[in-house]
């Protein structure tokens, strides 16, 4: 008799440099008898500790894909841009800070992977099957409808958005957004993930998972990395988003676009290709005002 087939997967995505919530979710996941792991993107940036990060991934698992993060690396890797904003510094930082092997890595990964697991056929990207950049809401009942209606593949899995992890049925597929691990502005120093159990070639069971982290540890590397140096704004809002104020980063940056976009009809730079045109970087003087309307929520 064949005994019954049984896997576990941990779906992990949007780490964003966050090394102490990464080491603490792979503890969590061994001690649940996790067979595989597959990571989502946005394995880097917005915390400076890209390398660390990085070599956990690569020492983890082959299933990687790429993020918008990423795509942001390899496009200023291939453009380098002359932009003197402020808030672009953390992105030549990060870039900075990556190994010519790291950088070489994060540009051979896929942004979509297939995989199969027991009969049981899923589909992973970061954003959407389109796009590293697109992001599905479980309120976007038009949009998840198109991605699943002829979907070959039993699982959509994917991240980027930062709700709050979720899973749904639809069109007979199941779609889960696996949170975000590094940054997710729902908890203090909390990292979601999930698992995913195969049993005898279905999907038996969907834990969503939630970790606690040293938020303290983060502070201090953050102080040593040397980024601060570079634009303090930047890092006090993704701060905001573990100890938290979530809310108030996002609000900052409503406020930012808002002005942004008032002011010049768009938050991209003329001279901006590809994912570049997503990405809102705003105006010193907006920058540097709206630091001050909100400083009361930084703590570097």
Same mark, same amino acid.
């Given at each position: ?61 082959? +299933? ?22 402020? $808030? ?25 992977? +297939? ?5 049981? +056929? ?19 009942? $038009? ?29 007979? +597929? ?15 120093? $909390? ?62 940056? $409503? ?46």
């Amino acid at each position: 008799m064949i005994g019954v087939i049984k896997i576990k997967i941990a779906i992990l995505t949007d780490i964003h440099g966050n090394s102490v919530a990464l080491k603490e979710v792979i503890k969590d996941a061994e001690k649940n008898n996790v067979d595989e792991f597959l990571i989502l993107g946005d394995l880097v940036a917005d915390l400076p500790f890209g390398n660390e990060t990085l070599a956990i991934i690569k020492g983890l698992t082959n +299933k990687v894909l790429k993020g918008n993060k990423e795509q942001y690396l390899i496009e200023y890797d291939k453009e380098k841009y002359d932009w003197k904003n402020i $808030q672009f510094r953390t992105i030549k930082f990060m870039y900075n800070e990556l190994s010519k092997e790291n950088i070489e890595y994060i540009k051979k990964l896929p942004h979509c992977m +297939k995989l199969e697991y027991e009969g049981v +056929k899923l589909l992973i990207t970061h954003g959407s099957p389109k796009s590293v950049e697109e992001q599905i809401h479980q309120e976007d009942r $038009q949009l998840l409808n198109y991605y699943t209606e002829n979907l070959e593949e039993d699982v959509l899995i994917f991240g980027h958005t930062h709700d709050k992890m979720w899973y749904e049925t639809i069109n007979n +597929k199941l779609v889960i957004n696996a949170g975000c691990l590094g940054v997710c502005p729902y908890y203090v120093s $909390q990292a979601e993930y999930v698992i995913l159990d195969i049993n005898n070639g279905k999907v038996d069971n969907i834990d969503l998972r939630l970790v606690k982290y040293d938020i303290e540890i983060i502070k201090k590397k953050i102080i040593e990395s040397g980024i601060l140096e570079e634009d303090n704004v930047l890092m006090n809002l993704t701060y905001n988003g573990i100890n938290g104020n979530g809310l108030k980063r996002y609000e900052f940056f $409503q406020d930012a676009k808002k002005l942004m976009l008032e002011r010049n009809g768009k938050w991209y730079k003329d001279d901006a290709k590809g994912i570049f045109k997503y990405f809102k970087l705003f105006d010193d003087d907006i920058w540097i005002s709206l630091a001050e309307k909100y400083k009361n929520y930084f703590v570097f």
